[in-house]
């Protein structure tokens, strides 16, 4: 079993920014894949962004130019670079990650992002 813990949520303004981290309980290395995703009250779970490998990067619309993923293998560790948030950009943040030989997927317990004046 995989656990996977997120960080980094809280309450920000508008147009500010914040930095989400992903740690999974194994190496980094026999991860094929880690992803972001968000769910908002009443919508459902949207992809914001995810990393295959070190350097095969892929973002949702909606944050495009906006947030960056990045993964550190030295601290073990997925980021999520968020910058410009906006209001609509307020839910639970998850991190998803898929294993390299099972291609099992495991599941943060969500992190909460909140973006208001």
């Known amino acids: 079993q995989v656990q996977v813990t997120e960080s980094g949520g809280g309450l920000v303004q508008p147009g500010g920014s914040l930095r989400l981290s992903c740690a999974p309980s194994v190496h980094t290395s026999l991860i094929l894949r880690v992803a972001w995703y968000r769910q908002a009250p009443g919508k459902q779970r949207e992809l914001v962004a995810l990393?295959?490998?070190?350097?095969?990067?892929n973002y949702g619309d909606a944050v495009l130019g906006r947030f960056t993923i990045s993964r550190d293998a030295a601290k073990n560790t997925v980021y999520l670079q968020m910058n410009s948030l906006k209001p609509e950009d307020t839910a639970v943040y998850y991190c998803?990650?898929?294993?390299?030989?099972?291609?099992?997927?495991?599941w943060g317990q969500g992190t909460q992002v909140t973006v208001s004046s």
């Open positions: 990393i295959v490998d070190d350097t095969n990067t």
């Open positions: 998803n990650v898929m294993m390299k030989t099972t291609y099992l997927h495991y």
